[in-house]
C-alpha cells in the first residue's frame, strides 16, 4: 500500500471562550491579563460550600452560536461532572455538557480548491474553562516547575465538535477560519488565540481510501494557530502514512504539538470518554430553553457571512475574489457597505479597501474600529479622484495621513497644494523637457520598447512630484513621440 492509497481523516474540537463579563458559574471577572489568581472565589476554586449558578449570557452565546452555525437547538440541556484530576483544576471535575449539549447537528460550507463541501457539526456544547499552568522553560516535557494561575478557571467556553468529514490539514485550516468568522459576525468572543480565546484539538487517524472503517486516531493538542494546526496536522498525516505503509501499528494516544521542532510527540494514552465517569451535576438543574427565546435569538442575527457574500456578489456585481475578502471580517464588510451608500461605486470602493484600507490595517496590526478612518474618508479621496482634483498617485498620500490622524482628505490637498495639474500648456512644457532630456529612452520607444514611455511618465510624474494627470500626460507624450 502506497500513501496515495491512504485517506486522512480529521475531527476537530474547538473551544471558544464565550465574551461574557463574569464566569460561567460565578460573578469573577473574566478580563484577559490580570495578575494570576486575583479574579477567584470560593466557587471557581471549588472551595467547600461553593455553589454554582449559571450565567444567562453564557446561554444565551451559545444559542446564537448553535443557530449561526446552522445547528438545531435542543429543549433543554443539562450539566455533567467530567471527572479527571489536573493540577489547574481545583474540584478534580469539570463542570460540562455530555448526552444533553446545547445544540446539535449543525454545518459550515466551504469552498475547497474551487468544490464546495459541507463539514457537519455533532454538536455545540457549554463547560467551564481549566485554570492553566506557567511551565518554566521552552519544553513542557522538561519543565523543571510549572505554577498555577486560576483566573481562568470557571471562564465560559463552548465546545464545538465537528463530524469527522475532514480530508485534508487544508481543509481544516479554512473550516477554522470560517468557524472564527462566523463567531465574530455574532459576536460571542473575540476568537484571539493568541489569547486562549479560541483553541484546537484535532483527531486524525487514516484509512484505505474508499473504505468506511475508521483508522486508529490519535489527538493533536497545543495547536495555538491557524499555521501550527496546519504545520501539526500536516506532520501527523505524514507520520501515520508513513507507519502503515512500513506495517507498523498507530497508537491511539494524545500527541504535543512541538512548535519548535516541526514534530508531534506522543503524551499519553488516549482515555475513552467513560474513563471520565460522567454524572449529572447535583448543584445545578436541568435548563429548559425556551422556545419563544430561540426565536427572539434568530431574528437578532446579524447578516451572516455566507448570505453577505452572496449579497456582494449578486447585488452589487463584484466578483467572487473581492465578496471572500470583505466578507472576511465583519468590521471590514460593515465598513464596505457604509462606504457604498456614500460612494455608489462598488468595484471602486471594494478595491480601495482591498488595497490601500487592509494595507494599512495589516501595517498597524489594527482592526478597523480601533483607527480614526471613517467611510466619510473613503467616499471623499474617491470622489477627488473621480473628479480629477488629485491623482491616484497623490490619493495614496492623502489616504495615508487621514487613515493614521482622522483629518479629513479635502483639507489635506488643500492644505498641501497637491491639487493635479491638468493644464494641456504646462504639462506639454514638461513633456517636452522630458523628451529632451532621454534621447536614448525616446530611441528606444520609437523603436518598439512600448515600455520606454513608461519611464518617460514616470519622469513627467517625477517632476510634478506625483501630480500630473497621468492620462495626459501619456496622450501629450504619445503625440510628442
Not at 446545547?102 to 474553562?129: F, M, P, S, T, W
Not at 488516549?270 to 425556551?290: G, M, Q, S, T
Request: hydrophobic share 35%; aromatic share 6%; proline share 5%.
Amino acid at each position: 500500500m502506497s500513501n496515495q492509497e491512504l485517506e486522512t481523516v480529521i475531527g476537530l474540537e474547538v473551544h471558544v471562550e464565550l465574551s461574557t463579563n463574569s464566569k460561567a458559574f460565578c460573578r469573577c471577572s473574566t478580563v484577559f491579563g490580570a495578575p494570576p489568581n486575583t479574579q477567584v472565589c470560593p466557587v471557581c476554586l471549588g472551595l467547600p460550600g461553593g455553589l454554582p449558578v449559571l450565567n444567562k449570557k453564557a446561554l444565551e452565546y451559545a444559542v446564537l452560536a448553535g443557530l449561526a452555525l446552522n445547528c438545531q437547538i435542543e429543549p433543554s440541556c443539562r450539566f455533567d461532572r467530567k471527572n479527571y484530576f489536573y493540577p489547574d483544576l481545583p474540584n478534580a471535575f469539570q463542570i460540562s455538557q455530555a448526552d444533553q449539549p446545547v445544540a446539535r447537528n449543525g454545518y459550515i460550507d466551504l469552498v475547497v480548491k474551487g468544490q464546495e463541501r459541507r463539514i457537519r457539526i455533532n454538536r455545540v456544547h457549554l463547560e467551564e474553562d481549566a485554570g492553566k499552568l506557567v511551565h518554566s522553560g521552552d519544553d513542557i516535557a522538561a519543565a523543571a516547575t510549572s505554577l498555577v494561575d486560576l483566573n481562568r478557571a470557571g471562564v465560559p467556553l463552548i465546545e464545538i465538535v465537528s463530524e469527522p468529514d475532514i480530508r485534508s490539514p487544508e481543509e481544516a485550516r479554512l473550516y477554522l477560519t470560517k468557524l472564527k468568522t462566523v463567531l465574530q459576525y455574532i459576536d460571542v468572543s473575540d476568537c484571539k488565540m493568541e489569547e486562549g480565546s479560541l483553541r484546537c484539538d484535532a483527531n486524525l487517524s487514516v484509512r484505505p481510501r474508499g473504505s468506511s472503517v475508521y483508522g486508529t486516531k490519535t489527538e493533536i493538542k497545543n495547536m495555538n494557530s491557524f499555521r501550527a494546526v496546519f504545520r501539526g496536522l500536516s506532520f501527523e498525516e505524514e507520520r501515520q502514512k508513513e507507519a502503515i505503509v512500513a506495517g507498523q501499528e498507530i497508537i491511539q494516544e494524545t500527541r504535543h504539538w512541538d512548535e519548535a521542532r516541526g514534530v508531534t510527540v506522543g503524551m499519553r494514552t488516549k482515555e475513552e470518554a467513560n474513563d471520565y465517569r460522567y454524572f449529572p451535576d447535583p448543584n445545578l438543574p436541568p435548563v429548559v430553553i425556551d422556545r419563544q427565546w430561540v426565536e427572539e435569538s434568530k431574528a437578532s442575527l446579524p447578516e451572516l457571512p455566507d448570505a453577505r457574500f452572496d449579497r456582494l456578489v449578486t447585488e452589487h456585481n463584484l466578483p467572487t475574489y473581492d465578496a471572500e475578502v470583505l466578507t472576511a471580517s465583519r468590521s471590514v464588510a460593515d465598513f464596505f457597505d457604509d462606504c457604498i451608500r456614500l460612494y455608489p461605486d462598488a468595484k471602486a470602493v471594494s478595491n480601495w479597501i482591498m488595497s490601500e484600507v487592509l494595507r494599512l490595517l495589516n501595517i498597524e496590526g489594527k482592526e478597523i474600529q480601533d483607527t480614526p478612518l471613517t467611510p466619510e474618508h473613503v467616499a471623499k479621496v474617491l470622489q477627488l479622484i473621480h473628479d480629477g482634483t488629485i491623482s491616484g498617485r497623490i490619493a495614496k498620500d492623502v489616504f495615508e495621513e487621514t487613515f493614521h490622524s482622522g483629518r479629513d482628505p479635502e483639507a489635506i490637498v488643500k492644505e498641501r497644494g497637491l491639487v493635479q495639474i491638468s493644464d494641456t500648456d504646462e504639462l506639454s512644457r514638461l513633456v517636452a523637457e522630458v523628451v529632451a532630456a532621454n534621447p536614448k529612452v525616446v530611441e528606444d520607444y520609437r523603436n518598439g520598447k512600448d515600455k520606454a514611455l513608461g519611464y518617460l511618465v514616470g519622469q513627467v510624474m517625477k517632476a510634478t512630484r506625483g501630480k500630473a494627470n497621468p492620462q495626459m500626460v501619456n496622450k501629450l507624450l504619445r503625440e510628442k513621440l
